[in-house]
């Protein structure tokens, strides 16, 4: 099956542009997580959508970013005037989610990530 | 502070040789473990996935769990130079319906031929 989509792979954009970054999950996957990650860093957590709860914003990074969620599927996270620092792999990731997880008595997978392929943002 | 370390590397072994990866983590009360694998330019892809203490096998991978002493690792029997990547572990901190994973900073492993 179809795994996790993300688009464009590449954006290059100038200082002080806008830029939204789109995020298809699996196909039934309730869980979506969206992490941005430097050259040669680790992954740094933005934001979590579990089902119709209300989003963890806990990582984003400054109020210039903002993701949502529409129809509990597809994702779009948003950068507003964007810096050089921002330049960086977007990634997303969903999973089965929470409420499976209930019905089956507990994490067995249902709590694994998948990654779609990234876009890679540059700010000039 | 809910944290996972690992240790950065890089980690060389020759071809063929076990390569052992090590993570260790702040919170007694995790349930789900995570060893993923990420090569160079790409994104990262689920190698196995663990929840009870002791060993789980898939194929030349290996995950090991102690909750007592905290730590989950990951050996790789047989290296091949397409082992080489970075190996991040990750581990599920329960807080209510909170899925999110924790992540370590991940080893660099190097396979020589």
């Known amino acids: 099956g179809a795994g996790v989509s993300q688009s464009p792979s590449n954006k290059v954009t100038e200082k002080g542009k806008d830029v939204e970054l789109r995020c298809d999950p699996i196909s039934g996957h309730t869980a979506l997580y969206w992490y941005r990650q430097s050259l040669g860093q680790g992954l740094e957590f933005l934001i979590y959508f579990q089902g119709n709860s209300a989003p963890d914003k806990s990582g984003l990074p400054s109020d210039r970013f903002s993701a949502e969620r529409t129809g509990g599927s597809v994702s779009t996270l948003t950068i507003q005037r964007t810096q050089q620092e921002d330049s960086a792999v977007y990634l997303c990731?969903?999973?089965?989610?929470?409420?499976?997880?209930?019905?089956?008595?507990?994490?067995?997978?249902?709590?694994?990530?998948?990654f779609g392929p990234g876009t890679r943002l540059t700010v000039l | 502070q809910k944290e996972v370390e690992q240790n950065s590397g890089p980690l060389s072994v020759p071809e063929g040789a076990i390569a052992s990866l090590n993570c260790t983590y702040s919170?007694?009360?995790?349930?789900?473990f995570f060893w993923y694998r990420q090569y160079s330019g790409k994104s990262p892809e689920l190698i196995m996935s663990i929840y009870s203490n002791g060993d789980k096998e898939d194929g030349r991978f290996t995950a090991q769990l102690n909750k007592a002493s905290q730590y989950v690792s990951l050996l790789i029997r047989d290296s091949q130079p397409s082992d080489s990547a970075t190996y991040l572990c990750?581990?599920?901190?329960?807080?209510?319906?909170?899925?999110?994973?924790?992540w370590g900073l991940g080893t660099s492993l190097a396979v020589n031929p």
């Open positions: 990750a581990v599920n901190f329960r807080a209510g319906n909170n899925r999110k994973l924790i």
């Open positions: 919170d007694r009360v995790s349930q789900s």
């Open positions: 990731a969903s999973s089965l989610g929470g409420e499976l997880e209930r019905l089956a008595g507990g994490p067995r997978g249902t709590d694994t990530q998948y």
